[in-house]
């Protein structure tokens, strides 16, 4: 173990929080986390105090078990038993601790090994503990494109050490409200606390996001859906696409263009194109009459069905 053992990690599995196993690969873990951010966000969920709050703990879980380093740290905490437990047994010389007697683990394994809450090792002279730094938390706002690409920026912070600015990398496909996790840059001390930016993206005019898909409505004529079409659609890069609707499409139907999402490390999101028919607002009197022939044509109501579910819920 090489970081520093945080009250937190003993007091909650964060494998539970994300749904995976203890010995699930880094692979499955991301795709969980993804899942679970996607279906708790706050933009999907407005006025949701609950979802917002497991929305923390999902972000929370993966910022730990999510890396690679600070998992192992996690894991072998873990391994030291509850807080309040001990090494050893009672009246059997081993030593006990509290959690929070833990700041940098070599001020621990000093302590088992030296004996005693930061007094003289064998041989060694007393040396007063080190506090770890304080974690700190940083807003930053980015474009819907900066969101999409991905991008690198610069932070301004200001804390107990004076103002200070730094580079922040934002990976491509980050979502509203994400934190992104740096090691090691919050507040001062041994070892320093960590960053949490807060990334705030706003809408966008035409696209939609779905976390690694964009989403695109796309308005259609009565006549194309009932009898089917081939129409474009913009994509994000900028050019288009041809998308067949097929016939009798319903108002609402989402088709998907594979590929033409957001770009993202494990492949290409795709683009989710949802139809919206377009009824006419004002008809001229050939559309009149050709919609009113095609009424006297039609003997099928859509409504049937309702009918038939209410009275059958009534017996």
Known sequence: ?????????????????????????HEEITKAYRKL??????????????????????????????????RSDYDQARRMGPIGGGFGGPGGGGYEFNV????????????????????????????????????????????????????????????????????????????DGQRIRLRGKGGPGSPPGDLYVIVSVPEHPVFGRDGNRLTLDVPV?????????????????????????????????????????????DGDGDLLVTVQVAVPKNLSKKQREALEAFAELSDESPRRHLFARAEATTR
């Not at 005693?116 to 474009?143: K, M, N, T, V, Y």
């Open 37 to 70: 951010a996607r279906k708790y966000h706050p933009d999907a969920n407005p006025g949701d105090a609950s979802a917002e709050e497991r929305f923390k703990e999902i972000s929370a879980a993966y910022d730990v078990v999510g890396d690679e380093s600070t």
């Open 221 to 265: 004529t009565i006549d194309e859906a009932a009898l089917g079409a081939d129409v474009d659609v913009p994509t994000y890069e900028g050019d288009s696409v041809t998308v067949r609707i097929p016939p009798g499409t319903q108002h609402g139907r989402t088709l998907r263009v594979r590929g033409a999402g957001v770009p993202h490390d």
């Open 100 to 175: 929070e007697d833990l700041g940098d683990l070599s001020g621990l394994l000093g302590q088992m090994c030296g004996g005693g809450f930061g007094g003289p090792g064998p041989g060694g002279p007393r040396q007063a503990r080190q506090r770890p730094g304080r974690d700190q938390e940083a807003r930053l706002a980015i474009s819907f494109d900066e969101a999409v690409r991905g991008t690198t920026t610069s932070i301004s912070l200001s804390d107990g050490s004076g103002n200070r600015s730094m580079k922040v990398r934002i990976p491509s496909g980050v979502v």
């Open 1 to 25: 173990m090489s970081g520093e053992v945080k009250r937190e990690w003993f007091e909650n599995d964060y494998y539970a929080v994300l749904g995976v196993a203890e010995n699930a690969p």
